[in-house]
């Protein structure tokens, strides 16, 4: 299994400004998956973060908008950069196990834009 | 896309009811699964069936999949109020280190 510590669990922001989320893995992991969930929707992957090189994003999110740092194999950043009030959703991060196919999830994030 | 659908959107039971959530899906996979997700926290996973089983048990959870039919059902029996929260499908083309595919969920309460 894992435990991942998410953070922070909820905030408010103005319009335009911009919000790092943080996940701390307590084991080495390689993939770590980055999704949104807009309100009573279901979740959307924003981009899958390999450690020592660059995230790969779906279509529809872009580097620009959410940067992605991975700087080792237990920790990762989301930055939701610009925000607008269509940013306000709850954006998780998950990891796979070596020995599994089931995902964890951190707590998530739920983010509201004013 | 292969995300998958869940029906029914909502469902309402009461305490001690079986609960029958479906899920149908577009594209040939590897495994479905099951997570739970409370208040919009983060999913819980729930159980995992591979594409040559038919059935799985765990507990008072009774999962079946028809790859014929792209679907999938989760059962809950003898439902708790504790069973309260979204249940959402998920589809893995692959095994391992693939990104998850989440289906659109089903909210369900039950009623003590």
């Not at chain 1, 981009?47 to 779906?58: D, I, L, V």
């Not at chain 2, 995300?3 to 909502?10: F, L, S, T, V």
């Not at chain 2, 899906?25 to 208040?39: C, E, G, P, V």
């Amino acid at each position: 299994s894992a435990v991942i510590s998410q953070k922070p669990s909820r905030d408010i922001c103005q319009r335009g400004t911009s919000l790092t989320i943080q996940c701390q893995v307590d084991s080495q992991v390689t993939m770590m998956f980055w999704y949104r969930q807009q309100p009573g929707q279901s979740l959307t992957l924003i981009a899958t973060a390999n450690q020592g090189s660059e995230a790969t994003y779906e279509s529809g999110f872009v580097i620009d908008k959410f940067p992605i740092s991975r700087p080792n194999l237990t920790f990762s950043t989301l930055t939701v950069s610009n925000m607008s009030p269509e940013d306000s959703s709850i954006y998780l991060c998950s990891v796979y196990t070596a020995t599994n196919e089931k995902l964890f999830f951190g707590s998530g994030t739920q983010l509201s834009v004013l | 896309s292969q995300q998958g659908e869940e029906d029914p959107q909502a469902l309402s039971i009461q305490e001690g009811e079986n609960a029958t959530m479906n899920c149908s899906y577009k594209t040939s996979i590897n495994n479905l699964q099951w997570y739970r997700q409370n208040s919009g926290r983060g999913l819980v996973h729930l159980i995992l069936i591979r594409s040559n089983e038919r059935e799985k048990h765990s507990g008072r959870l009774r999962v079946t999949l028809d790859t014929s039919k792209k679907s999938s059902s989760l059962l809950i029996t003898a439902s708790r109020a504790a069973d309260t929260a979204s249940y959402f499908c998920a589809t893995a083309w692959n095994s391992g280190n693939t990104p998850l595919v989440f289906g659109k969920g089903t909210r369900l309460s039950v009623i003590a």
